[in-house]
């Protein structure tokens, strides 16, 4: 069973920087797809970035020139950097890993617990 557990979450102002990282144990990690979600109150998560087994990687285009989505796979981790946060940024952040491409919520079939972001103006 895959667990997935996300931290570095926060309180930060508008054109502050995060760093995201998200833990993967329970299988093998270089074959799955890894996705960074985001849910704002009231809203449906959605994909912001992924990040293939093979390297590839996927942006929204909330996350276009801002963040940056990594691969640690001596660590088992996953990264968002995220540059430049603007108060529309606030959400849950929730990792998750599936091992089909990934472009799509309904794909994955392991999540993590999320962790909150805050951006202050």
């Known amino acids: 069973q895959v667990q997935l557990v996300e931290s570095g979450g926060g309180l930060v102002q508008a054109g502050g920087s995060l760093r995201l990282s998200c833990t993967f144990s329970?299988?093998?990690?270089?074959?799955?797809?890894m996705g960074w979600f985001r849910q704002g109150p009231g809203k449906d998560r959605y994909l912001i970035s992924a990040?293939?087994?093979?390297?590839?990687?996927y942006y929204g285009d909330s996350a276009k020139d801002r963040f940056t989505i990594s691969r640690d796979v001596a660590k088992n981790t996953v990264y968002l950097q995220m540059n430049n946060l603007k108060p529309e940024d606030t959400a849950v952040y929730l990792c998750?890993?599936?091992?089909?491409?990934?472009?799509?919520?309904?794909?994955?079939?392991?999540w993590g617990q999320g962790t909150q972001v805050t951006v202050s103006s």
């Open positions: 998750a890993a599936t091992t089909r491409t990934g472009l799509q919520s309904s794909e994955y079939d392991y």
């Open positions: 990040i293939s087994w093979t390297g590839a990687t």
């Open positions: 329970g299988r093998t990690f270089n074959s799955y797809t």
